[in-house]
């Protein structure tokens, strides 16, 4: 099925490590986003991207990297993990024009990444 | 910068009666989309239903509506005869129009936690 695959779905870092996420989609969507969500915080904007090889700081982009090389995949790196960034990461992507015939307006989510720091 | 509030971080209904949920938001535009998104407990972030804020018709979805207050920036989800399946987070979502180079993000509430009770 056509959509947004994150991988891992579950990572458990200790303080200090490194680590990539990966989001992948096969829509031939512009924008991709990354996004966390926290209890009680709800989906707070990480960094996002407007086209290959672009992108851009969110509400909350600290501790954070992001590389769109190729168009399909957006990477999330976290160079030295803390306590701090244990979160659920959702990306997302979206055409860059509104597009009426599209059920949400073209966001689509992955099913997230559960990542625990310790 | 645009701002989503919803005040009750919980929320329960008996199966098959009404609940409503609350959102406000704070903007200067005066176009723009409105969402309410669910997510249950597989991560998941599901569209429930949207509004664009150019209709003054209320949007509705099988069970759900919205009664949506332009003036007062409210929208307002109302969920008719509940279902176990309906207990998930509901997140209200807002993003301006987009426009071409733009990159319009979804802004989320901190979301409601919704319990169906038998």
């Known amino acids: 099925n056509a959509g947004v695959t994150q991988t891992p779905k579950f990572r458990v870092l200790k303080t200090g490590q490194s680590m990539t996420l990966l989001c992948a989609q096969d829509?031939?969507?512009?924008?991709m986003y990354w996004y966390r969500q926290d209890p009680g915080m709800g989906l707070r904007l990480i960094h996002y991207?407007?086209?290959?090889?672009?992108?851009a700081k969110g509400e909350v982009p600290d501790g954070y990297n992001v590389s769109r090389l190729k168009k399909q995949n957006f990477l999330l790196g976290l160079e030295s993990a803390a306590p701090s960034q244990t979160s659920v990461y959702f990306c997302?992507?979206?055409?860059?024009?509104?597009?009426?015939?599209?059920?949400?307006?073209?966001?689509?989510f992955g099913s997230g990444t559960r990542l625990t720091v310790v | 910068a645009q701002t989503v509030t919803q005040s009750q971080p919980e929320m329960s209904v008996q199966e098959a009666e009404t609940v409503t949920l609350s959102c406000t938001y704070d903007?200067?535009?005066?176009?723009?989309?409105l969402f309410w998104y669910k997510q249950p407990p597989s991560r998941q972030m599901i569209l429930v239903i949207r509004?664009?804020?150019?209709?003054?018709q209320n949007a509705t979805e099988n069970r759900f509506s919205v009664n949506f207050q332009k003036a007062a920036k409210s929208f307002s989800l109302k969920i008719s005869d509940s279902q176990l399946g309906d207990a998930a987070m509901y997140f209200c979502?807002?993003?301006?129009?987009?426009?071409?180079?733009?990159?319009?993000?979804?802004?989320f509430g901190k979301g409601t936690k919704l319990t169906v009770n038998p």
């Open positions: 997302a992507s979206s055409y860059s024009r509104d597009r009426a015939f599209s059920a949400n307006y073209g966001y689509t």
């Open positions: 829509m031939n969507h512009e924008y």
């Open positions: 991207s407007v086209g290959e090889g672009t992108t």
């Open positions: 903007t200067s535009e005066s176009d723009y989309y």
């Open positions: 509004q664009e804020a150019y209709k003054q």
């Open positions: 979502a807002y993003r301006r129009v987009r426009s071409q180079g733009g990159s319009e993000k979804l802004v």
